[in-house]
């Protein structure tokens, strides 16, 4: 892992160079995860761009911040993801879930010049159930097993894949965990998106009960230059579920 410093911090990331010319895409995790959600991504032989995969601050091997769920957080977060494309050129963004949020809020409020935004299992609006708030302030494990239920993070994944996806889980934390979710209940931009002029690809899993299809085609209608993609046999996790459709649909955008 290499690191970045940047507003008293430091954001670590990986970095996986490609034997083309192409810039870099960079990777954003979702809420409790770290770079390792993208591991089918930047562990591709056949890639044609590089990759970069980082870990938001309080995640993996970044210093965590000081920070309240939502504006304050979204906006410690933009400032990681900035600071790592800006160290190693990366022109396109992919963010999944909490790191479309970001992506979202990156294109909004920073006048960075991305080429295009992979906008996968987000949306304009991320409103996180009741019950979910209240298991992640009382009872964590209860949380981390609704998540890993049918057609949440996965649809039909094998066991091992729970059981790595739990265990990073708990390993970021309960703390860090709920101000993710807290910070993507928060986050609602639907009255902007129409501001976001990067070309963008909406991409979802078909079982997705956490940001459903129906989340992705309003981005798809609403933002000024995106298309919509769905992956078949896949929920919330669609990179990590079916990495081979994820890859063909970010290789055909970028």
Known sequence: MEKVAHHGRETAYRHVAAGTDSPPVV??????????????????????????ALDLSGHGDSDDVSTDPGRETLSAYAADVLAVARETGAEYLVGNSLGGAVALWIALEHDHPFEGLVLAGTGAKLAVLDSLREWLADDFERAIEFLHGEDRLFHDPDPEMVDRSARLMRETGRRVTRR?????????????????TTPALAVVGEYDGLT????????????????????????????VERPAAFDRHLDAFV
């Open 27 to 52: 990777f954003v995790h979702g809420s409790g995860g770290t770079h390792l959600a993208w591991a089918n991504q930047y562990g591709r032989r056949d890639a044609p761009y590089s990759s970069v």
């Open 180 to 196: 993710d979710y807290l910070t993507c209940h928060s986050f609602d931009v639907r009255n902007r998106v129409e501001e976001v």
């Open 212 to 239: 459903p299809p129906s989340y992705h085609e309003y981005l798809a209608e609403h933002l000024p230059d995106a298309d919509y993609r769905e992956i078949s046999d896949a929920a919330h996790l669609a990179m």
